[in-house]
């Protein structure tokens, strides 16, 4: 009896320290744990994490700035497909600004990683 009892107690020990720890996962958190900022970004931006742009689409309206922060701890850039605008180089824990004046959809890349990662913003 008193092994079945020590056996409970070290599965609610080790429940309990595998939250307090961060191992569980927390489905909510599209990032996975311990990477979602602890506030969400502002509005009209674009997050660099994971080799990816979050979200992969965004729409705007005419005459807004889009930034794009880069979470990764590698250097990204926001490159239009067809040249409108280059953000250049963006070092991981930084950001840039694009601001858009025309109407349309743009299509854009990091010109380091290729069309595997790539984006979209919808300027209406």
Same mark, same amino acid.
């Given at each position: 009896?008193?092994?079945?009892? #020590?056996?409970?107690?070290? &599965?609610?020990? $080790?429940? #309990?320290?595998?939250?307090?720890?961060?191992?569980?996962?927390?489905?909510?958190?599209?990032? @996975?744990?311990?990477?979602? %900022?602890?506030?969400?970004? %502002? %509005?009209?931006?674009?997050?660099?994490?994971?080799?990816?742009?979050? %979200? @992969?689409?965004?729409?705007?309206?005419?005459?807004?700035?889009?930034?794009?922060?880069?979470? =990764? /701890?590698?250097?990204?850039?926001?490159?239009? =497909?067809?040249?409108?605008?280059?953000?250049?180089?963006? #070092? @991981? $824990?930084?950001?840039? &600004?694009? *601001?858009?004046?025309? #109407? $349309? *959809?743009?299509?854009?890349?990091?010109?380091?990683?290729?069309?595997?990662?790539? /984006?979209?913003?919808?300027?209406?």
């Amino acid at each position: 009896m008193n092994k079945r009892l #020590a056996w409970v107690a070290y &599965a609610v020990l $080790g429940a #309990a320290l595998a939250g307090i720890l961060g191992c569980s996962k927390d489905s909510s958190n599209p990032y @996975g744990t311990g990477s979602q %900022p602890s506030t969400p970004p %502002p %509005p009209n931006t674009v997050v660099m994490m994971n080799i990816a742009f979050n %979200p @992969g689409t965004l729409t705007i309206s005419k005459g807004a700035t889009v930034t794009w922060q880069n979470n =990764d /701890g590698i250097t990204h850039t926001s490159t239009s =497909d067809t040249g409108v605008w280059d953000t250049g180089n963006i #070092a @991981g $824990g930084t950001s840039k &600004a694009v *601001t858009f004046s025309n #109407a $349309g *959809t743009f299509k854009y890349h990091c010109a380091i990683h290729g069309p595997s990662m790539s /984006g979209t913003i919808v300027v209406q």
